[in-house]
């Protein structure tokens, strides 16, 4: 019985976590939306145990929902070998859909949104509590609108 009443709260507690985690999503998903920014740029840095680290952090331009420009930190443009991890952060849009999936399925998504304009400034997600170093973060900066 006893065990029961325990896992009937552990549930519950999952289920008003994951529920607070896509109210605060779609709060700021709504805030950034409300903005109506069209031309931005940012860094964004994929930090996780792959080969692309030396590469990070990447600026990316965005205008009208279209990357025009990613490059690494050396202003060099991506390689190509790497364009489909890349591309999946490479706008703000982007990265509150990584968010959105992560969030009721992964074992834990932390996230700190900007204050002033509501995008995730850091995502950190771990896909399974059972997997050594499947964790991954992306992490914006330098956010600035373009005019």
């Not at 549930?11 to 903005?35: I, Y």
């Amino acid at each position: 019985m006893f065990t029961r009443l325990r896992l009937t709260v552990f549930v519950l507690l999952l289920f008003l976590t994951a529920c607070s985690s896509k109210t605060a999503l779609r709060e700021n998903q709504q805030k950034w939306a409300g903005q109506k920014i069209t031309h931005y740029r940012f860094e964004v840095t994929i930090g996780c145990n792959c080969p692309w680290r030396s590469l990070m952090p990447l600026t990316v331009e965005v205008k009208d929902g279209e990357v025009i420009t990613m490059t690494d930190k050396d202003g060099q443009p991506t390689p190509a070998n790497y364009a489909d991890t890349f591309n999946q952060a490479a706008s703000i849009e982007k990265l509150f859909t990584i968010l959105d999936q992560a969030i009721g399925s992964a074992s834990k998504v932390t996230v700190v949104y900007n204050p002033d304009y509501g995008y995730p400034q850091s995502i950190v997600i771990d896909y399974s509590k059972l997997v050594y170093d499947d964790e991954i973060g992306y992490y914006v900066k330098n956010f600035e609108v373009v005019k």
